[in-house]
């Protein structure tokens, strides 16, 4: 069976902050690697990630995947009170997408 | 570009009820999925359409969950007769092709079910 683990759970940070958040997946038939941000109910798209060692960027948020460790990163520096969601990894293996539990990240002014 | 439409955002019913959801998703995608999430816990895939076909039902709970598509266009989900564990949000997403490299799927707003 597909699995997704993310941590942590939930973090709290203060603004200004850099927060690291963990994602490793146990799949056969990988096929790439999503986050998303989820603030209210629907999850939006952050990044796909298909190659290891190549740096996704956009804005202050940035994401890198190992595939032979099996993890992904999703940094997020200089955190704002607008960050504070729901952080969720994905990963497609065939023609399925599994999700992680997700990290509940809540940034304090 | 329109996004993936849902209705209804809320529904509250009583054990036992049946319930409806419809989903609209973006035009061209050929790939529509269910998911339902129960609070604090990620997306659960419940049913993925290829066009009207179904790809994966395998988590599907078939006593009392159905799904269709009929023109490979809308869908929409059902359950019943409805259980209080079926209180979640019901995440309809759709994408081009089936999770091939490169696409990535689009959400909906979802419906909150609360069953009392």
């Known amino acids: 069976e597909d699995k997704v683990v993310q941590s942590p759970l939930s973090l709290v940070v203060h603004e200004g902050d850099t927060v690291t958040l963990n994602c490793s997946y146990e799949v056969t038939n990988f096929r790439s690697l999503l986050w998303y941000k989820q603030e209210k109910k629907a999850p939006t798209f952050l990044f796909m990630l298909t190659s290891s060692g190549i740096e996704k960027k956009s804005g202050r948020l940035s994401s890198i995947l190992d595939k032979k460790e099996l993890f992904s990163i999703l940094n997020i520096t200089a955190t704002q009170t607008g960050d504070s969601a729901i952080y969720l990894c994905?990963?497609?293996?065939?023609?399925?997408?599994?999700f992680g539990e997700g990290t509940q990240l809540t940034v304090n002014p | 570009e329109a996004g993936v439409a849902q209705s209804p955002r809320y529904k509250i019913i009583e054990k036992r009820q049946s319930v409806a959801f419809w989903c609209n998703p973006i035009?061209?995608?050929?790939?529509l999925y269910w998911y339902q999430q129960i609070l604090g816990q990620g997306p659960k895939l419940l049913i993925q359409f290829q066009n009207n076909g179904v790809v994966d039902d395998s988590q599907l709970p078939k006593d009392r969950f159905s799904a269709e598509r009929l023109k490979g266009v809308d869908s929409t989900l059902k359950i019943q007769p409805a259980k209080l564990e079926d209180s979640a949000v019901y995440l309809c997403?759709?994408?081009?092709?089936?999770?091939?490299?490169?696409?990535?799927?689009?959400f909906g707003q979802g419906t909150r079910l609360t069953v009392v």
């Open positions: 997403a759709s994408s081009l092709f089936r999770y091939r490299v490169g696409t990535e799927a689009f």
């Open positions: 035009s061209g995608h050929a790939t």
């Open positions: 994905a990963v497609t293996s065939g023609s399925r997408l599994t």
